[in-house]
């Protein structure tokens, strides 16, 4: 390597909504990625080994963008990641009352796609694509 940054041709891309407490933030980014690493294989990379062979899971192979943006933001956000059809996964404010997965998916599956409360959305796609899903929402901080 040059030592010039590498620039992927996709993007992964958490979206929050901004009125989440910091333990929430961190909660839900946390879910949310877990689900693209889980079904989007070629956004792994290769596990680490440290010096002495200690070997550590495999990571992302590119960086997570955090935003934040308005409920309605995120809304809409949600609608585009539904028709470019991306990879994505939610988390909705019904999972903050949650114990459990299997409660976790019920409170999803009980509640129609245009009335779900969202709090976050992850999304994984062209470089383009993401960046047009994310549209209107800021870094986070």
């Given at each position: ?89 939610v988390f909705t404010a ?48």
């Amino acid at each position: 390597m040059d030592g010039q940054p590498l620039r992927f041709d996709t993007k992964i891309a958490v979206l929050l909504r901004d009125d989440l407490a910091p333990w929430q933030r961190l909660n839900v980014t946390s879910f949310l990625v877990s689900g693209l690493g889980s079904q989007v294989p070629e956004v792994i990379g290769a596990p680490y080994e440290d010096a002495d062979g200690i070997a550590y899971l495999p990571m992302f192979r590119q960086p997570v963008l955090v935003f934040e943006a308005t409920k309605e933001v995120l809304k809409a956000a949600h609608n585009r990641t539904l028709t470019r059809a991306l990879p994505r996964s939610v988390f909705t404010a019904d999972l903050f009352s949650t114990g459990n997965d299997t409660d976790n998916r019920a409170a999803v599956r009980a509640v129609p796609t245009a009335d779900l409360d969202l709090v976050g959305l992850a999304v994984y796609g062209p470089r383009g694509g993401v960046d047009k899903v994310v549209k209107g929402a800021r870094m986070h901080p």
